[in-house]
């Protein structure tokens, strides 16, 4: 149902979270364990992406101007798109941050039954973390390429948090792992309370818990502080405190394995990117820019650096004609008529 908010307050014409970007240290296996072991879509490949001559790469992604990135668009379950990296460069770090460092993160799943999708996510060569707890509400598991994945049943239902349900036309796989939707990303930042100040006053952000002390959390993680907000109408966003045992005080880049994006849709990226310029400890990294050929010809997108390490970016998909559509039955996620006040 449509929000009562009188205006959109935040990101000018932002509809929706559009996608969770990761890099990974091996882009097959991880293409592979989100379509087969967890039902996602492949919607597209795309790559090498590279300037083997100037700064393109450095200017637009933050990365060395001599790396290079393959990328996949998964489409999982009926809200969420994760877009993929693996690079190679000069200096690339190699090894993720964990969850006490700025940078950590992970991706929190709903599943109809914690056993039956935890034997599948075995099947897959996830490892469960910590000690075996049977009546445990949330299951931590690593992807064998190095993804931190929680799993928890869907609890009572809050009208201020999105909570997915069970897709009417869910693929085999999905239904065998019972898998509802994505539930959350979460990061784990230096700042929290600036963090969560970003998020609300600029992103227009909704802060529904916290920020508050918190026993949710990793095996191996330390006590710390943590926020949910709700990101638009179907999506939310969980922010941690790196904790005093950090072995990282600085956020991985794009091209570091670990290294992770968060996408917002609007409907025009130039009058996002103006209003984001406007404010302090923004960088937009150069200028709005359309893609020209490829799988997503006409997207119109742009990065930019935050305050809060947390990299962001902004685009305006044409779904609907975009090239890839041509060559395969799966389709992106996209807000349809949702905006962002809206609460489906």
């Not at 240290?25 to 087969?36: C, G, I, N, Y």
């Not at 190699?94 to 075995?122: F, I, K, M, Q, T």
């Not at 959390?217 to 969980?238: M, V, W, Y």
Request: charged content about 20%; overall charge negative; hydrophobic content about 35%.
């Amino acid at each position: 149902m449509p929000s009562s908010a009188p205006e959109l307050v935040g990101l000018p014409t932002a509809r929706a979270v559009d996608h969770y970007g990761f890099t990974v240290s091996r882009l097959d296996e991880a293409v592979a364990f989100f379509t087969d072991v967890l039902g996602g879509e492949l919607c597209y490949r795309e790559g090498p992406v590279e300037d083997s001559r100037g700064d393109w790469m450095t200017r637009k992604l933050g990365v060395h101007p001599r790396a290079r990135a393959h990328v996949a668009l998964v489409r999982l379950g009926p809200r969420t798109n994760l877009e993929l990296f693996e690079y190679t460069a000069p200096d690339q770090v190699v090894s993720a941050p964990g969850p006490n460092d700025v940078g950590g993160h992970h991706l929190a799943l709903a599943v109809a039954d914690l056993d039956v999708a935890e034997e599948r996510l075995r099947r897959g060569a996830a490892v469960r973390l910590g000690p075996t707890v049977p009546d445990a509400p949330r299951r931590w598991y690593l992807t064998p390429w190095g993804i931190l994945l929680s799993l928890s049943e869907p609890g009572r239902p809050d009208g201020r948090i999105f909570s997915p349900t069970l897709p009417q036309y869910a693929n085999p796989v999905q239904r065998s792992l019972g898998l509802i939707g994505t539930e959350y990303v979460s990061y784990t930042v230096a700042d929290l309370d600036a963090a969560t100040a970003f998020f609300t006053d600029v992103l227009g952000a909704e802060l529904v818990q916290g920020p508050q002390d918190t026993e949710e959390r990793p095996p191996g993680a330390e006590p710390s502080r943590r926020a949910l907000l709700r990101t638009g109408p179907t999506a939310n966003c969980e922010l941690v405190q790196s904790t005093t045992t950090a072995l990282r005080s600085r956020p991985p880049r794009n091209s570091d394995v670990g290294g992770h994006h968060l996408a917002f849709y609007v409907d025009d990226v130039d009058a996002a990117a103006a209003y984001l310029g406007r404010h302090q400890g923004v960088e937009l990294m150069g200028e709005p820019e359309t893609i020209a050929r490829g799988p997503i010809a006409g997207d119109r997108w742009l990065y930019f650096r935050t305050p809060v390490g947390i990299q962001m970016e902004i685009i305006n998909m044409p779904d609907g004609s975009l090239p890839y559509e041509s060559l395969t039955s799966a389709r992106r996620a996209t807000p349809g008529t949702l905006r962002w006040h809206d609460r489906p």
